[in-house]
C-alpha cells in the first residue's frame, strides 16, 4: 500500500529537485542519456505543483529560437547536471512569437 501521502512527499521532493528544463532540435532522448541529444537551450524552469502533477515550465520570448524546429525536451536534476525524463514534441518556433513549453510528470500508483 502506497499513502496520498508518500505520493505528495515524493511529488514535491520531485518538484525541488528539477531545476531546469532543455529542448533540442534532433533525436529524442534515449532511457540511457544524462543529457538531451541535440540541444539548443536548458533554462531554468518555473514549478508549479497540482497535487501529485508536477509541471515545469519555461518561456520562450519573441527573439530566442526563431527558425528552430524543436523536437524534444528533457527535465533536469542534481544541480542542473542530468537529464531526469524527457520526451518529444515538434514545433517551428517562428519570429514574432513566444511559446511556452511545458513538462507534467505524474506521481501515482502502478
Same mark, same amino acid.
Given at each position: 500500500m502506497v499513502s496520498d501521502k508518500l505520493l505528495t512527499f515524493v511529488a514535491l521532493e520531485l518538484s525541488a529537485e528539477i531545476t531546469h528544463l532543455g529542448v533540442g532540435d534532433g533525436a529524442a532522448p534515449d532511457v540511457d542519456d544524462v543529457l538531451l541529444p541535440d540541444e539548443v537551450l536548458r533554462k531554468t524552469a518555473n514549478s508549479y505543483l497540482d497535487g501529485v502533477e508536477v509541471i515545469k515550465e519555461i518561456y520562450l520570448d519573441e527573439t530566442e529560437l526563431n527558425g528552430t524546429t524543436l523536437k524534444s525536451a528533457g527535465v533536469y536534476g542534481n544541480g542542473n547536471t542530468e537529464m531526469y525524463a524527457g520526451g518529444t514534441f515538434e514545433v517551428l518556433?517562428?519570429?514574432?512569437?513566444?511559446? #511556452?513549453?511545458?513538462? +507534467?510528470? #505524474?506521481?501515482?500508483? +502502478?
Open positions: 518556433k517562428q519570429a514574432g512569437e513566444s511559446l #511556452t513549453i511545458s513538462v +507534467e510528470i #505524474t506521481v501515482g500508483r +502502478e
